[in-house]
């Protein structure tokens, strides 16, 4: 059971350039989130999807752009790079929206030059 | 909204001891719960342990455990008999409805445990 898997793990990118972080998960799980975490800080939500087709903004969604066409796969986008989206993102899902732990992936650190 | 409020930027412990790593919190919801993640350096976040708002007992899950106050909002993390191991980030955080049952977090606060 693979649980929650993103890639890639690593990338650089150049400022302006875009790119997707992909998240996919087998649980079955109808909820997922994006995170991000600059240095030394707590995580930060990005966005959420409650199901296929249903995303929503979370904190700090400027910048970033995400799609749920199946319950499995939530891609986030990130559009013309900005050296402050340089951080680790995560991806996490859970069965319910409001009990039980989240699942997260092991995260994807990016950096933009 | 939710609010979690972690103090402690860093803690310091030596192996064996007893650590209690705090963490407050806000919220007007009646039910709701609170968990605690360990994030080493290798960076995974690995979930210890939950505590529901109605739950008559302290969590437990091993060397860990929750001091939860419901009246003074705290659910502090215990860690007993401290290792090496339990050198990491820990984050206090809870789930918000308002963002599809998002986990909240506090800023974190840094376990050092020296042998």
């Known amino acids: 059971n693979a649980g929650v898997t993103q890639t890639p793990k690593f990338r650089i990118l150049k400022i302006g350039q875009s790119m997707t972080l992909q998240c996919t998960q087998d649980?079955?799980?109808?909820?997922m989130y994006w995170y991000r975490q600059d240095p030394g800080m707590g995580l930060k939500l990005i966005y959420y999807?409650?199901?296929?087709?249903?995303?929503d903004k979370g904190e700090v969604p400027n910048g970033y752009n995400v799609s749920r066409s199946t319950t499995e796969d939530f891609p986030l986008r990130l559009e013309l790079a900005a050296p402050s989206q340089t951080s680790v993102y995560f991806c996490?899902?859970?069965?319910?929206?409001?009990?039980?732990?989240?699942?997260f992936g092991e995260g994807s650190r990016l950096t933009v030059l | 909204a939710q609010k979690i409020t972690q103090t402690q930027p860093g803690m310091f412990v030596q192996e064996k001891e007893a650590v209690t790593l705090d963490c407050t919190y806000d919220?007007?919801?009646?039910?709701?719960?609170l968990f605690w993640y360990k994030q080493p350096s290798s960076g995974e976040m690995i979930f210890l342990i939950y505590?529901?708002?109605?739950?008559?007992q302290n969590a437990t899950e091993g060397r860990y455990s929750l001091n939860f106050q419901k009246a003074r909002k705290s659910a502090n993390l215990v860690i007993s008999a401290s290792q090496l191991g339990d050198s990491a980030m820990y984050f206090c955080?809870?789930?918000?409805?308002?963002?599809?049952?998002?986990?909240?977090f506090g800023k974190g606060t840094t376990l050092s445990v020296s042998s």
């Open positions: 996490a899902s859970s069965w319910a929206g409001g009990t039980g732990e989240l699942f």
């Open positions: 649980m079955n799980h109808n909820y």
């Open positions: 999807s409650v199901g296929a087709g249903i995303t």
């Open positions: 919220t007007s919801d009646q039910s709701y719960g």
């Open positions: 505590q529901g708002s109605y739950d008559e």
């Open positions: 955080a809870m789930r918000d409805r308002n963002v599809g049952g998002a986990l909240i």
